[in-house]
């Protein structure tokens, strides 16, 4: 495992160090003090559509569609919408756009083993994928996924138009977060 060390002595892995960074990215461009009142999607539909969608947010729309499609209740800023709390126990939520969306994905927090809860909760596949479900499940699902990553952000890919794909991020072996992105960067 990659590990830095600090004066004081704390370790902090990558992925942890990732996830702060990107968060600390989105939330720079987002009004000061909307953060803290962000709520989690609630879209019409929790329909996952693989590999293209998830709630009806989709690749190539404008980000004030896209927050509308997941309830208009995200804290956005220029180059994209954080739905939740980073690190709370329901989850969150992120788009990001650079003209159009580029990227959406609902990031879940279990509260024990791989219970989840809050809206996230309910975002699903029309093969039942969703938050919690296991890495067996997800390949049986979908056979033809792809293994990507590694040891430390292991995920499954499924191919969608172009460059662009649908992934499904594992924690010891469940799926912890599912997002799409346009694969051009």
Not at 126 to 143: D, H, M, Q, T, W
Not at 163 to 178: E, T
Request: charged fraction near 25%; hydrophobic fraction near 35%; proline fraction near 4%.
């Amino acid at each position: 495992m990659l590990v830095s060390r600090y004066p004081n002595g704390e370790r902090d892995d990558m992925k942890q160090r990732l996830t702060f960074l990107v968060t600390l990215a989105v939330s720079l461009t987002i009004p000061a003090g909307a953060l803290a009142h962000s709520n989690l999607p609630e879209p019409d539909s929790y329909k996952i559509k693989v590999p293209t969608s998830i709630g009806g947010v989709e690749l190539g729309q404008t980000l004030k569609a896209a927050d509308k499609a997941w309830g208009g209740v995200g804290s956005c800023g220029s180059i994209g919408c954080q739905y939740g709390h980073l690190y709370a126990d329901t989850g969150d939520a992120t788009i990001t756009r650079d003209g159009g969306v580029t990227d959406a994905a609902i990031y879940g927090d279990a509260v024990k083993g791989h219970e989840y809860r809050g809206s996230l909760s309910r975002f699903k596949t029309n093969r039942k994928i969703k938050l919690g479900s296991s890495e067996k499940a997800v390949k049986k699902a979908y056979p033809n996924a792809k293994s990507d990553g590694d040891k430390y952000f292991p995920r499954l890919i499924i191919k969608g138009k172009g460059k662009s794909f649908m992934w499904f991020g594992f924690d010891n072996g469940f799926v912890d977060s599912i997002g799409i992105t346009d694969g051009k960067k």
